[in-house]
């Protein structure tokens, strides 16, 4: 026999040893493990415990309190789908009807870009029809009560809010008959700057300066700076709302187009003066006219209608004299980004188009 054969044997005979060789036993762990198997194994079927009756107790609890909460649930869920269908029914407004659109009268489409219909009302007075059954028609002329001077409507549209466009009034922009070949100059030579009319490629070209941003700022800017054009604001709410909701909007909408202004101390006492026109807690009745007067000066006037007996009739909350209060106030609704009433500033900007088509000097 050969060394290595002698010196393999031993050693297999090792392995061998090791591998019959019975585990050790450690009492105190095979104690535990048993311990642990009666305690999990469940007793027989015949032999109820107590354990068992409190576990099903608590199963029945678990249960009663899962199917609550899916009834809390489903009934939440329905409440708030009824409240949805409340809001979207009440802001929501149908189209006018055929018969108010059957009496318009010929040419009216185009003045207001096709978007609005000319009615006659049973005065003989020419009424716009502003697209909504609550405030449903806007005078085409405006005579303002102790001032003989006749304003025509420029354009017009619906304010509204939230996601869910909740309408809370019409305004429309109104500007003295006498004041615009003044307009069309202004307007007619931000394109031409000696012209007296736009061609149709000009007119395009002041459409897309006053639907940007930043080009309809510029303009009427210009526009409201030059003075000389007497303006008027009219509004009507759709629905109840308060003066302090009108005058915050305002003011929001005049900071954030201050600019060089904010920081000034007299332009901060100008806007104080501006909200401290407007009554905090007091409401503008639904379907009550308020207005919002721009002289040629600049010069910014607050009127209200009142209401019966006594508040019969209209009212002057005050004035604000430094200009660039009243001027912020306007561009709100005609430049920048994001304006008051985006349906408003592109039924102005159409019936500016029809302004500067015909020559300056024509009305």
Known sequence: MNAPTRLRRPILRCFQCLQHRPPPSYPGIVLRHQRQRLS??????????????????????????????????????AVVCMIAIWVLATSVELPPKAEENEAATPGARGAFGGAKHVVL?????????????????????????????????????????????????????????????????????????????????????????????????????????????????????????????????????????????????????????????????????????????RDGRGVLEVRAEGGDGEEAGWMSMGNVQDERVGRLVWLGYLGGETVASEEARRSIVEGVLGVVERPVGTV
């Not at 354990?51 to 899962?66: P, V």
């Not at 920081?263 to 909200?275: I, Q, W």
């Open 121 to 293: 009302t049973s005065g003989g007075v020419e009424q716009v029809s502003t697209g909504t059954s609550t405030v449903p028609t806007f005078p085409k002329t405006l005579t303002v009560n102790g001032d003989n001077t006749e304003y025509q409507l420029l354009g017009l549209g619906i304010r509204t809010v939230s996601f869910l466009r909740i309408q809370v009034y019409v305004v429309g922009l109104y500007v003295a008959t006498s004041d615009m070949p003044a307009l069309q100059a202004l307007l007619v030579r931000q394109i031409v700057p000696n012209g007296s009319t736009l061609l149709p490629d000009e007119r395009e070209v002041l459409k897309e300066k006053l639907l940007d941003g930043k080009g309809s700022m510029e303009v009427w800017d210009r526009v409201l700076r030059a003075g000389g054009v007497r303006m008027v604001t009219r509004i009507v709410p759709t629905r109840s709302t308060e003066w302090g909701h009108l005058r915050d909007g305002w003011v929001r909408g005049v900071m954030s187009r201050s600019g060089e202004y904010k920081d000034e101390e007299s332009f901060g006492v100008a806007v104080g003066g501006f909200k401290a026109l407007f009554p905090g807690r007091k409401s503008l009745p639904k379907g009550r006219t308020m207005l919002l007067l």
């Open 40 to 77: 999990s194994a469940s007793p027989p079927p015949s032999q109820p415990t107590c354990l068992d009756s409190l576990t099903r107790q608590r199963l029945d609890a678990e249960h009663r309190a899962y199917y609550q909460r899916r009834m809390y649930f489903a009934a939440t869920g």
